[in-house]
């Protein structure tokens, strides 16, 4: 794909568990648009990852288990509320740049698992995945109201062009 100009996307999602499966079908579905379809398995698994945090952090601010499903569907609906999760995926040709953003104003903390530990290893995994990685504060998330404020963790992939198809 020739790029005069980034392509992008922003997808909104409400913060339950069968997120992050759509998140990383219609990841799949868009680098598949953009002719960069052979980084799919790194990049799902990095949105997933990153996804995965959002949602958990939503669910534990509102003192759910979001992630096993034991949360009624309606509290998550109002993403006037701000109890929405962002995925904004940018593409300019050689780097494709994920970013999710939450309203939760915790900052991510790199995990260090046990070995029997079932979790704590996403962002390791987005770091290892990642050309660069990291978050920042944001008042507004990306295409959403200002007055919107929160953290987006973001990382960037290398697009090799010899594997394009």
């Not at 109002?78 to 050689?94: F, K």
């Not at 994920?98 to 962002?123: F, H």
């Not at 944001?138 to 394009?164: F, N």
Request: charged fraction near 20%; proline fraction near 7%; charge should be negative.
């Amino acid at each position: 794909m020739n790029l005069r100009r980034p392509v992008q996307t922003c997808l909104t999602f409400t913060p339950v568990a069968s997120t992050v499966g759509w998140s990383r079908r219609l990841t799949a579905d868009r680098l598949t648009a953009w002719d960069i379809g052979h980084l799919a398995d790194e990049v799902t698994l990095i949105v997933s990852e990153l996804m995965t945090n959002a949602v958990k952090e939503i669910g534990r601010t509102n003192g759910h288990d979001v992630a096993s499903g034991q949360v009624p569907m309606t509290r998550y609906t109002a993403a006037t509320e701000g109890q929405c999760v962002r995925l904004h995926l940018t593409y300019d040709g050689e780097h494709l740049r994920i970013e999710v953003w939450d309203p939760i104003p915790t900052p991510p903390v790199m995990g260090t698992p046990a070995t029997d530990d079932e979790s704590g290893r996403g962002l390791p995994i987005v770091q290892l995945l990642s050309a660069d990685c990291g978050w920042f504060w944001c008042e507004t998330g990306p295409g959403l109201p200002s007055g919107s404020c929160g953290k987006v963790v973001w990382a960037t992939v290398r697009v090799d062009r010899s594997m394009q198809a």
